[in-house]
């Protein structure tokens, strides 16, 4: 499968944006990127997610660069609720249904 | 309200005695899977099932057993528990497998003790 890179940590000040990277230079061309956050005492919750263009959801945007070697999580305004961890997965129809959620990046959030 | 539950959320537990953590999904999905997560080590998946009667193993599915006899429900069975599978654990299910881009919901959690 191909890899994912993250930061280990980010901080942020509430209600400002957060930008959270993701490096997959290995990506093929059928991978769809996908974002899942994991809040402190809870599972996985889904995010969002795109395969070549940027989305747009109630939750956050996702900037995907032009050659998709890297792509940018977007809170457009950081809540304490936001504070978890972020894990950028890639997913084909090879890898089937299991998550490869690696280490992800820890977000903390502050007053 | 669509969601995954999970019973019981804390177990302790003592080497060798069975016991089964059950999950159970709303939402009519297809696809449902067990993960463990430990500390780093993250989340790993233990079994999947694509639908009834239909279940196959993930990657650590050493010391556990699964069933799928009804869409709705896929417990996961620790016939003889032992220390090292003192982990928190995951229930997870999913629409069918044509939609690649499908989200996976996940259960709030059990978290297993084995002394």
């Known amino acids: 499968d191909a890899k994912t890179t993250q930061p280990n940590s980010m901080e942020s000040n509430e209600e400002e944006p957060v930008h959270l990277p993701c490096n997959h230079s290995?990506?093929?061309?059928?991978?769809?990127i996908h974002w899942y956050r994991q809040l402190p005492s809870q599972g996985p919750e889904y995010v969002i997610h795109?395969?070549?263009s940027n989305v747009n959801n109630r939750m956050a945007s996702l900037a995907i660069a032009e050659d998709r070697k890297s792509s940018t999580l977007i809170l457009h305004r950081a809540t304490l609720r936001d504070a978890a961890v972020y894990y950028c997965?890639?997913?084909?129809?090879?890898?089937?249904?299991?998550?490869?959620f690696g280490k992800g990046t820890s977000l903390l959030v502050t007053p | 309200e669509a969601q995954v539950t999970q019973n019981p959320r804390y177990l302790i537990t003592v080497t060798g005695k069975k016991l089964t953590v059950t999950c159970s999904q709303n939402?009519?999905?297809?696809?449902m899977s067990w993960y463990r997560q430990d500390p780093g080590l993250g989340l790993r998946q233990i079994y999947y099932?694509?639908?009834?009667?239909?279940?196959d193993k993930g990657d650590v599915p050493e010391g556990y057993k699964v069933s799928r006899k009804e869409k709705r429900n896929f417990p996961l069975i620790l016939e003889s528990p032992s220390p090292n599978q003192t982990s928190l654990y995951f229930c997870?299910?999913?629409?069918?497998?044509?939609?690649?881009?499908?989200?996976?919901?996940f259960g709030p959690g059990t978290r297993l003790t084995v002394l």
């Open positions: 939402m009519n999905h297809e696809y």
């Open positions: 997870a299910s999913s629409r069918r497998r044509e939609e690649i881009s499908n989200e996976q919901f």
């Open positions: 795109g395969l070549t």
């Open positions: 290995t990506i093929s061309g059928t991978d769809y």
């Open positions: 997965i890639l997913r084909d129809w090879n890898s089937g249904y299991a998550l490869n």
């Open positions: 099932s694509m639908n009834v009667e239909v279940t």
